[in-house]
């Protein structure tokens, strides 16, 4: 947002904030933990800048509670400024977002134009733009599509690369080395997040993205895509990219061009897709060049090891028989493999997700695909919501957490204890893989032939020891 308000000189100065950037991880009695800054600097931070407008952006619904404390921390530190929000929450309740205090408007959906446009009209003091909501404006100007009420930009390479130049990114660099990573297994020194493509054009209960993407699949071009990595590649030493798109493998001949020109760099770039790709675009060919332009590991979202879950609970066009062939594939060339499962779904039975547990730890075991079991989460802005809150598949309140959900076949409960069994297994799988692994031979041999040399160095002052084995290897 802050490179499309610069190229399109917006006369205003722009400052971005990331109140995580100082590191500092503060433990309160209460046993709540904050990571980054605490209010009071916050609040201090505001002050100083004395800006007229302050948009705050929430990623995640489980965290807006903190973003409307932000809304509250701004007016207080500065009244008289506009204090706009946006993100997925946001676009998916606009209007219970606006009757936060503090919050003065709503910028819905995609934020680069729609937030130019509103900057531009906020000087003639009245505000009607497609997708921004105040506490004044009606909602004339939204579309009756309930999911998705406002549109979307067509052309995404008419955007430019985003403004690095103004945030620290060192400072980035220097948190993710130390493990403040937004990935639990961090493979590079400096590694950035792209985002090539918007929207999707499936319809997964459980997905939100369309709140603030659409359905519409849009993208960059290759040679778009080709001139990022060459910017965060040579003027800020990227060396490894997580690909970050919903559907990356969705268009096989745009994927292959980006993969021909990966390939083709004199310098590889490591790169994974921490998000997941779909299963059924894949050749065997695909899969090598796949490997070959640097890729470290595919995650591919499968969902459920049952087909008919996947057809009438998830809604999701995918064959699982096509998935087989994409991991076997991936098992020949050797280019690690990762799958995503999301099992307590209004629908399911406790078979199914019995099922879809034994399938994860069977193409494990078989084909090496490491599994990743999700615990639904009724989001909003998604199918899955709507069919949680209307027919009240919960207790309590509904914080948009992992495994809230109840119905007549399962409780939190007993998902909890099944997942939790899975985890065992897991373990005791990886066990035996890595005990017989290649891998593990080598640490054999490396301890048995430090045993002997530890052993012929050793000075016995004792009689010696009948039937010693100093070891073979």
Same mark, same amino acid.
């Given at each position: 947002?802050? %490179? ?14 990331? %109140? ?34 302050? %948009? ?142 918007? !929207?999707?054009?499936?319809?997964? #209960? ?137 099992? !307590? ?41 709507? /069919? ?31 997942? /939790? ?23 054999? #041999? ?12 050793? /000075? ?14």
């Amino acid at each position: 947002m802050a %490179a499309f308000l610069r190229e399109n000189s917006w006369p205003g100065k722009i400052e971005i904030y990331d %109140a995580r950037l100082s590191g500092n991880i503060t433990k309160f009695s209460n046993g709540d933990i904050v990571f980054g800054d605490l209010d009071e600097v916050i609040e201090q931070r505001i002050i100083d800048s004395a800006p007229d407008i302050i %948009a705050i952006s929430n990623m995640f619904s489980w965290q807006i509670s903190n973003a409307f404390r932000m809304a509250k921390i701004a007016k207080k530190s500065c009244s008289n400024a506009i204090v706009v929000i946006g993100g997925p929450h946001a676009s998916s309740f606009p209007e219970e977002t606006l009757k936060e205090s503090g919050i003065d408007y709503v910028v819905m959906g995609e934020g680069e134009e729609r937030f130019y446009e509103f900057l531009m009209a906020i000087n003639n003091k009245e505000v009607a733009i497609q997708g921004v909501l105040g506490k004044i404006e009606d909602k004339k100007l939204l579309k009756p599509n309930k999911k998705v009420p406002i549109s979307f930009i067509k052309k995404l390479d008419d955007l430019p690369l985003p403004a690095y130049d103004m945030v620290d990114v060192d400072r980035y660099m220097k948190l993710q080395s130390n493990g403040f990573s937004p990935r639990p297994y961090e493979w590079g020194k400096r590694s950035f997040t792209l985002l090539t493509s918007r !929207g999707c054009p499936h319809q997964c #209960v459980f997905c939100s993205i369309q709140a603030t993407m659409g359905y519409k699949w849009r993208h960059h071009s290759p040679d778009n895509v080709q001139k990022h990595i060459n910017l965060i590649v040579e003027k800020y030493g990227c060396d490894f990219i997580h690909f970050e798109d919903d559907n990356f493998t969705h268009d096989p001949e745009r994927y292959d061009e980006i993969i021909n020109t990966l390939i083709k760099r004199k310098k590889k770039i490591r790169w994974d897709t921490p998000n997941g790709i779909r299963g059924d675009t894949w050749t065997l060919e695909r899969v090598k060049k796949t490997k070959e332009s640097g890729c470290q590991y595919l995650t591919v979202a499968i969902e459920s090891g049952v087909q008919n879950v996947i057809d009438k609970v998830v809604k999701k066009r995918l064959d699982l028989k096509q998935v087989s062939k994409l991991m076997n594939y991936c098992r020949r060339v050797n280019l690690r493999l990762n799958a995503f499962y999301v099992i !307590g779904l209004p629908g399911e039975t406790k078979e199914d997700i019995l099922k879809t547990l034994d399938y994860a730890l069977t193409s494990y075991k078989k084909y090496n695909v490491t599994p990743c079991i999700n615990l639904a989460k009724a989001l909003p802005g998604t199918e899955l919501y709507e /069919n949680t809150v209307n027919n009240h598949l919960y207790e309590g309140e509904l914080k948009f957490k992992p495994n809230e959900i109840i119905t007549n076949e399962f409780d939190p409960q007993w998902i909890a204890q099944q997942y /939790n069994k899975f985890q065992r297994n897991l373990k005791i799988i990886k066990i035996v893989k890595f005990l017989f692994s290649p891998n593990f031979y080598m640490l054999r #041999v490396v301890y048995e032939k430090f045993r002997v040399i530890l052993a012929l160095n050793t /000075n016995y002052n004792s009689a010696p020891r009948k039937n010693k084995k100093l070891g073979t290897a």
